[in-house]
């Protein structure tokens, strides 16, 4: 289909360090990702540190948490979450760095709060 597909980049043991979401035949994909491809990657590697993806919802960040050794997650899309998003994202302590593309400074704010250890970084910050 025009939806994802994930890489994951390997340590020498085999694990996932890395794993990047991108469109399998077009860019950007038609779809959203979806929880079922977030899921299939949660299942296969839940040892990930390091996620890109484009955009998330409220579903997609629920999950997020499950990726227990999660350090760095970077979306290159936008976080349109609300605060039921925001509460799973927060529940992620071993975050670090948080990079998106676009976030409400509301959302950017909560988040900052909630993971005072992560460095957060947004090109756009806006009202809405």
Same mark, same amino acid.
């Given at each position: 289909? @025009?939806?994802?597909? #994930?890489?994951? &980049?390997?340590?020498? /043991?085999?694990?996932? +360090? ?38 998330? @919802?409220?579903?997609? #960040?629920?999950? &997020?948490?499950?990726? /227990?050794?999660?350090? +760095? ?49 947004? /090109? ?5």
């Amino acid at each position: 289909d @025009d939806g994802w597909g #994930a890489v994951a &980049l390997l340590d020498a /043991e085999g694990r996932a +360090d890395s794993v990047v979401f991108m469109g399998k035949m077009k860019w950007p994909p038609k779809r959203a990702l979806t929880v079922d491809d977030l899921r299939q990657v949660a299942d296969k590697f839940p040892e990930t540190r390091i996620l890109y993806w484009g955009s998330a @919802d409220d579903d997609v #960040a629920e999950i &997020l948490p499950e990726f /227990e050794n999660l350090t +760095d997650l970077i979306c290159a899309g936008s976080l349109k979450v609300t605060d039921r998003g925001l509460k799973a994202i927060g529940r992620m302590p071993a975050l670090k760095l948080l990079s998106v593309y676009e976030i409400r400074a509301a959302d950017l704010a909560a988040l900052q709060q909630a993971l005072p250890e992560c460095e957060i970084r947004a /090109e756009i910050v806006s009202e809405e």
